[in-house]
């Protein structure tokens, strides 16, 4: 698996711990929602950066008040069809207000990236072999749109009549 960030292969500085396993000492760590229940306060506890894995069907909603305390934010996609992904983003930035990373884990698409990037993803793990071409075409392959998103942008309406 590789991380991509603004169309590049980074460094992925996040260890994805299980349910039952150890948390590695001083180490930036994801966790599932399950985890988080169970141990949040040793986990909010600790002396390094905290990420919440979010299954599908675990809306954000559920950790709302936490948010400040967690530095990134991984969202499953199971399948491509399965779209609650997106929705989940979108109330991460504009609901409540995160800031931190979101990072799209699982079936993720090339053509689904221009979405997932205005929806406020903003990391990407995927296969090595995963072309990152694909990254850098999906931030210039449409330059304005109609509908409003997270990044602000204004829409081909707002552009009209402005």
């Known amino acids: 698996m590789k991380l991509v960030k603004n169309a590049s292969a980074v460094a992925d500085d996040w260890t994805h711990v299980a349910d039952d ?6 180490k930036a760590v994801v966790v599932s ?5 169970a141990d949040r306060d040793k986990l909010v506890g600790r002396n390094a950066p905290l ?4 299954k599908s069907n675990e809306a954000p909603s559920s950790v709302a ?6 530095a ?5 996609f199971p399948i491509f069809r399965d779209g609650r992904g997106y929705s989940h983003a979108v ?11 979101i990072r799209a884990v699982g079936d993720v698409l090339w053509d689904q990236i221009p979405h997932m990037i205005r929806c406020g993803i903003d990391g990407f793990e995927v296969g090595d072999d ?11 392959v449409f330059t304005r749109h109609y509908q409003p998103d997270v990044t602000g942008q204004p829409t081909i309406l707002e552009l009209r009549h402005g």
């Open 51 to 54: 990420g919440l894995r979010l």
């Open 33 to 37: 929602l399950a985890r988080f229940r």
């Open 65 to 70: 008040e936490d948010l400040g305390r967690i």
């Open 72 to 76: 990134l934010v991984a969202l499953e």
């Open 130 to 140: 995963f072309p990152l071409a694909a990254f850098e075409e999906a931030r210039t």
């Open 91 to 101: 109330q991460l930035r504009q609901r409540f207000g995160f800031d931190g990373e």
């Open 21 to 26: 396993d150890e948390l590695p000492e001083g």
